[in-house]
Each structure stands twice: as structure tokens, then as C-alpha cells.
């Protein structure tokens, strides 16, 4: 996105090489929408009843004459009901036997029984994924590159690491269209979790709903956008990196220095953040006039709707201490406190570039939902007049002459073009 002061770029490397089976919010009815609907549009070709069983037993006793009053009267036993544990047992909730579906799948697996763990398995052997406590969550979303064929999917249900239950399926998944496996392949080469700690499938396929919602919305109000003509412009932008910074004091533009430019809070207002490479100026406090005033608003608006505080009462008196030294006239909002705190609240690295995978969900722009929001709305109010990926790249540009040159054009597309010609 275009900034206030002069947009930069994050370096892209070179084109990753396919990778095999994946492991698997602010226009929610569009992303439900997205989500059925969109593996029609680009498609590329393709590669128990239940008995339970309850039984209980309970005795009483009652003397004979004279000896006493019991529960029962006379001689002998007296029998009750109860109920009993029942057998383990594991099933499918969803999906059903014999479904067709679309990636991603989601299972949800029901349990009982004393079960303790289920883990799933695709062709009897291929873990889809961690075992887990069905006590603790019923679902795993899991996408699939073999498709366009049966695939035999089971449930296995254990007490203390012992098998005593299982549940089988059989789906079909049709193959992903060519610009999904685009957006596939990149982010898996360009979001590698170091750590191994996070759940990188659940990232990426937010991710990839966020986006498809807003292509969506452009192509809805008439824009001849496609997904993977915006993939490959956030690919430019940010090498579609889920949690993008470019902090570099050599490219600020309120303080343009060789090291150290946050010394000046003001500085903080010029970095890039997220998948949408979103430059903060657009959310100056004080500067850009309307424009940043209605971008600031929907930085809150669309961070709200995504579960964060925005309530001015999260801002620190040391953040208001740095935005007086930007805007001494004006009072700081939720906004300022998370644009001025990207260091010393959020742990950004300052002065360089890169993914900063540990804040991911912790700040809203990286968060795809919010960063592509933001990103996009500036292009949406001339969107009816996209012909083409290209009109949506030089209106992404704004001032900067490069975006409308057809040359520069091209370096931004040939990573889709050139997939989509060997899919």
C-alpha cells in the first residue's frame, strides 16, 4: 500500500518449490460465502447406529419378624436400577460417509466411553494430525493435495494410549483450483514457524479465507481482479508474510536515519505492518487530513470485530507520553497504543525487515482479516473501474508512478502467470 511519505517493499525470494499434503474476521457471511463457492469459479484439473447397553444392580435387605424394620419387607434381596458408563465408542460427526467436499475438511469427532484421545488417519496409516482429548476440542481441519479420489478416512478412540474404538469414512475431496494451490504453495514457503509451536494450517487457511473475502467483495462490486493476480501483488509486497514488519530506518519517512529513528515516536508512523504490507501513515494521527481520520476508524472498527481492545482506556501513560511528542494537541485512541507500542508492547524487531510469526493474533495487523481490510479499502472505492489485475495494482500504488507502468506490471504478476501455466 501506497504511504503518506513513499511506499517501500519487502524483498521477495526466490519461487518456492510445490510442497505435498497440508496439515490443516470482518465480513463473516462473505468468508461462509467464499468458502462454498469459490472452488467453482477457477476450477483446475485434478491431479452406525448406536446400542447402548446400561445396567446396574443395587440390594436391600429386609428381616424377618421381630428382628427389626429394613428398606424391604421379608426375606431376601430386593434389586434397583441404575446407570452404568457406556461402552467407548468413537464416530463421525461430520463429515458424512460418502460426502464429496471441498478443501479444507473439517472433522468433528464425537467420543465417550472413557475415551481420553482420538486421533484421525487417512488410507489407515497417514496421521492427519496430533492426537487429542475430545474433552478439551471436537474438530480438526485438515487440507488434502491427493484429491479426486476416495479417500478411506478413520477415527481411532484410546483409553490410556490403548485402541478401543474406531470409526471409519470414505470422502472424496475435489482437487483446489489452480490459484488456491498458488496461495498454498507461497505461504507455506514463506511462513515457517521456527519454533514449531504454532498451528500454521489454522493460520494459513485464515489467511486464505481473509483474502478470498476481499476479492470476492472487489469482483462483487464489478472489479476484474482475480485471486491470484492478488496473491502475487501481496507476494510483492509483503512475500506474503502473515506477520510482515519492515521497520528499516533507512526507508522512514518522518526520520530517516541510519539507526535508531524511533527515538522519534513520530518515526512509528511510517513502517509497513502485516499481510497487506499496510504503511502506518495511513493511520497518522495527525496528519493525511480525512483519510487517515476514516482509516484510523476502521482500524478500530475492523480490530474490534477481530476481538481486540479499542477502548481508550488501554492506552499507557508512556504511550501518551510519545504521542504528545507527535500530536501535543490531540488525545491518543487504541489506535496509537497499538502503532507507538510495536516495540516495546508488541516485541517487533525494530530497524530491520521480516516475519514476526510470535505476534501473530497478538497485534490486529497481524492479523490477515485486519491487515487486508485496511489494505483493500483503499483501492474498493474505485473498484467498478478494474478491467484488471493491472487497474488494481496501479490504484494500490497511488502516487507512485511505478504501479501504473505495465512493465513493473508484469514483475508483479509473473509469479501467477508463471504458475498458472504449468498447473
Do not use: K
Not at 505495465?406 to 509469479?415: E, V
Amino acid at each position: 500500500m501506497a504511504s503518506l511519505g513513499g511506499p517501500a517493499r519487502f524483498p521477495v525470494g526466490p519461487a518456492p518449490s510445490p510442497v505435498g499434503d497440508f496439515a490443516a474476521s470482518s465480513h463473516a457471511w462473505l468468508r461462509a460465502f467464499v468458502l462454498a463457492a469459490w472452488p467453482m469459479m477457477t476450477a483446475c484439473p485434478a491431479d452406525e447406529g448406536f446400542e447402548e447397553d446400561r445396567e446396574g444392580e443395587g440390594e436391600g435387605e429386609g428381616e424377618g419378624e421381630g428382628e427389626g424394620e429394613g428398606e424391604g419387607e421379608g426375606e431376601g434381596e430386593g434389586e434397583g436400577e441404575g446407570e452404568g458408563e457406556p461402552d467407548p465408542r468413537v464416530w463421525f460427526i461430520e463429515p458424512a460417509d460418502g460426502a464429496i467436499l471441498q478443501n479444507p475438511v473439517t472433522f468433528r469427532i464425537g467420543a465417550e466411553g472413557g475415551i481420553d484421545e482420538v486421533e484421525v488417519f487417512a488410507d489407515e496409516e497417514w496421521s492427519l494430525g496430533p492426537a487429542w482429548a475430545p474433552a478439551e476440542r471436537d474438530s480438526l481441519v485438515y487440507r488434502f493435495s491427493n484429491t479426486g479420489i476416495p479417500r478411506p478416512i478413520t477415527v481411532r478412540g484410546r483409553v490410556a494410549g490403548a485402541e478401543v474404538a474406531r470409526a471409519d469414512v470414505t470422502i472424496t475431496i475435489d482437487p483446489d483450483p489452480c490459484d488456491v494451490r498458488f496461495f498454498l504453495d507461497e505461504f507455506d514457503a514463506h511462513n515457517e514457524d521456527p519454533t514449531g509451536t504454532l498451528d500454521m494450517t489454522a493460520i494459513r487457511e485464515d489467511a486464505l479465507v481473509s483474502l478470498q473475502a476481499e476479492v470476492a467483495e472487489l469482483q462483487a462490486c464489478g472489479a476484474g481482479v482475480t485471486l491470484g493476480g492478488m496473491v502475487s501483488l501481496l507476494l510483492f509486497e509483503s512475500a506474503l508474510r502473515v506477520a510482515a514488519y519492515n521497520t528499516r530506518c533507512e526507508e522512514n519517512s518522518y526520520n530517516r536515519t541510519e539507526t535508531d529513528c524511533d527515538a522519534d515516536p513520530e518515526a512509528l508512523y511510517s513502517y509497513q505492518l502485516g499481510l497487506g504490507a499496510l504503511h502506518t501513515s495511513n493511520l497518522h494521527p495527525c496528519r493525511g487530513g480525512a483519510w487517515t481520520q476514516t482509516m484510523r476508524g476502521r482500524f478500530l472498527d475492523a480490530a474490534g470485530a477481530a476481538g481486540f481492545a479499542v477502548d481508550d482506556g488501554i492506552v499507557t501513560p508512556e504511550i501518551a507520553d510519545r504521542f504528545g511528542q507527535v500530536c501535543p494537541d490531540d488525545d491518543p485512541t487504541a489506535a496509537d497504543y497499538y502503532l507507538l507500542g510495536a516495540h516495546d508492547v508488541f516485541g517487533i524487531p525494530r530497524d530491520s525487515a521480516g516475519n514476526h510469526l510470535a505476534g501473530y493474533g497478538l497485534h490486529p495487523l497481524f492479523t490477515p482479516a485486519v491487515s487486508l481490510e485496511l489494505t483493500f479499502y483503499e483501492i474498493a472505492s474505485s473498484c467498478a473501474d478494474f478491467a484488471s489485475d493491472r487497474d488494481a495494482i496501479e490504484a494500490f500504488g497511488g502516487a507512485d508512478d511505478r504501479y501504473a507502468d505495465s512493465a513493473f506490471q508484469d514483475q508483479i504478476l509473473s509469479a501467477w502467470w508463471d504458475f498458472e501455466a504449468g498447473c
